[in-house]
């Protein structure tokens, strides 16, 4: 199983740090699994233009690839203005419609702000259901004060993480095992 | 429809269409040499007009995993190898050619057939090829729009006077050779959208319809948008001809033609698209409403003759050879084509 973490901001640490605590949580738990962190601060994207993944070169081409090959991905978003970065948006715009159709989708939110709580309900999932994902619908959410010096100190958050985590594999396993022995019963 | 060389009277065209692809046979992994697959490609089409086939055609597409780059060169051998088969393009990316040497190739190929060539012009689904042939992929639109006006009005007059964006202005140019009945039958390559086949109908170009799987009934809005605005154009939708494009197999039963051609749509579309055929859609295509031709040869002669009524098109164009399928089952189907398939569409599609 592949699972890749995307960090969706070009800017900050706390979504980086929360993305890492995941990976971390389902390599110890899983250690068969497979994991890959992207911090889209690492990668120069460019913006989509509407081709076929497969013929963007460079990060682009790595990134959108990578995560045309994993099983699940973990998003970390923080809220810019009230909604997902552009960055983590654009990820979406570069990748075909049906991206996520047999992926298992969870996320995590940093934000500045509590009133920030239903931006992943209102605007994150509609992309995800539209893109076929098959969601963690739990999503964690994680404030300004749960963080100090690049660590996460909330203790709370850290069990929530760790259920982010295993509900991730254990969704992920539970789909594949329904997709096979659908597919094993269509015998062609 | 006499401009394009059809006769609705004789019923609807069976052609057979190739992307040209060169890919690994998934049952073994292995690719066969290029030169063996572009061999195999000139013997399908000669296979294809034993078995009475009206129609074959080669694509191009510039990537990984294709071999007819060159596909007007491929279809020239094609005419040498053949006598009665019309032979196109599936599709000429005008886009990234100039449509002199385009129509110079096609009018020559037309010579060398005696009549049976035609144009098929696409603006292409992937797009390395415009880095590859030195254009810019922000003017893919513009691009493929000048070029294909450019096409017809070289199709049109024997000499041209014309300025664009993209080439340097034509002032009474003469393009040779000119093909034998002076003009070629020009297709505009159509995704399967209305909107796409609106552009189409308003330039009053015959439409060649590609399309994955579906409801034939969803294609239907496309068919109608298109003759709609041909009528809006002010040109007449009964003089300009319809084809639709998809994959087809036929076999013993439905079951066993999904066997036979699902890992090959797979895998090839995995490779070539970057992603494959999910097995849900795919089971649906035996359905008799939806517009991909996979079953007993019965059950395709239905389908076919199903679309016909929804469509009321001229022609119908069967994808088979895709991801590897290997020339022993393509010749399987072209005899099953032969023998029972193509007798039966003629039969009920013939006005006289």
Known sequence: MKIVGLSGSQIGSKTRVAVTATLKAISEKYPDVETTLIDLADYKMEFSDGRNYLDYEGDTGFVTKTIMEADAIVIGTPIFQASIPAALKNIFDLLPVNAFRDKVVSMLVTAGSAKHYMVADTQLKPILAYMKAQMVQTFVFILEEDFYQKEIINHDVIFRLERLAEDTVVLTETFTKIREEKEAAYDF | ?352
Do not use: C
Request: net charge negative; proline share 5%.
């Open chain 2, 1 to 352: 429809m006499e401009k394009y060389r059809i006769n609705p009277d004789n019923g609807m065209e069976f052609g057979i269409y190739t992307l040209g692809d060169h890919l690994p046979n998934p049952a073994t992994g292995e690719r066969i040499p290029v030169q063996e697959r572009i061999h195999d490609i000139i013997n399908y089409a000669v296979l294809a007009e034993q078995a009475g086939v009206d129609f074959f055609s080669v694509g191009e597409s510039h990537q990984e995993y294709f071999a007819t780059q060159a596909h007007a060169v491929v279809l020239s051998a094609i005419a040498q190898a053949t006598s009665k088969i019309k032979i196109a393009s599936s599709s000429t990316i005008i886009s990234t050619s100039d449509p002199v040497r385009v129509y110079e190739n096609f009018a020559t190929l037309d010579l060398i057939s005696n009549g049976r060539a035609e144009i098929v012009a696409g603006r292409a689904s992937r797009v390395g090829l415009f880095d590859l042939l030195g254009y810019d992929l922000h003017n893919y639109e513009d691009l493929f729009e000048e070029k294909f006006d450019l096409l017809r009005m070289i199709n049109e007059n024997e000499i041209v006077n014309w300025s664009g964006e993209f080439r340097k202005p034509l002032r009474d140019a003469q393009v040779l050779p000119r093909p034998v009945d002076g003009s070629l039958p020009i297709w505009r390559a159509v995704g399967g959208t209305p909107a796409s086949a609106m552009k189409a109908g308003y330039a009053g170009v015959p439409m060649f319809m590609a399309h994955l799987g579906g409801a034939a009934s969803q294609f239907k809005r496309t068919v109608d948008s298109y003759r709609e605005a041909a009528r809006a154009g002010g040109h007449d939708p009964a003089q300009l001809p319809i084809a639709t494009a998809g994959f087809f197999y036929a076999a013993e039963n439905s079951q066993q033609a999904l066997k036979e051609l699902y890992p090959h749509i797979n895998e090839g579309m995995k490779k070539t698209n970057g992603g494959g055929f999910p097995k849900q859609l795919f089971a649906q295509g035996v359905d008799p409403h939806n517009i991909m031709n996979i079953g007993s040869p019965q059950q395709i002669i239905e389908k076919i003759l199903y679309q016909h009524e929804v469509f009321n098109h001229q022609r119908y164009v069967a994808q088979i050879d895709f991801g590897g399928m290997p020339m022993d089952n393509i010749k399987k189907n072209l005899e099953l084509i032969g023998t029972e398939i193509l007798p039966a569409i003629k039969k009920y599609t013939a006005k006289k």
